[in-house]
């Protein structure tokens, strides 16, 4: 199965939205319908602090100081 990793960029509202989103996707659809299974692999912040806070909070493996280096 193929693994399709995200990186947030910030984590303000949508943020926290969008790792909610994906970390349930296989409430809402079964992995075979989907194809891949999807994971938030890193989360840049305005600042590396609020990244790593955010990272530890909602167990996000990695952290980026910058989009660029995200990407």
């Known amino acids: 199965m193929k693994k399709l990793r995200i990186g947030l960029v910030g ?3 949508m ?5 909610w989103s994906v970390q ?3 409430f809402f659809y079964k992995t075979a319908e ?3 299974e999807a994971e938030v692999a890193a989360v840049c912040a305005s600042t590396p602090e609020r990244a790593e806070d955010f990272a530890a909070a909602y167990g996000i493996p990695r952290t ?3 989009p660029e280096e995200l990407m």
């Not at 943020?15 to 790792?19: E, F």
């Open 24 to 26: 349930n996707l296989p």
């Open 11 to 13: 984590f303000g509202f």
């Open 64 to 66: 980026a100081a910058t």
């Open 34 to 36: 989907l194809g891949f």
């Open 15 to 19: 943020g926290k939205t969008h790792l």
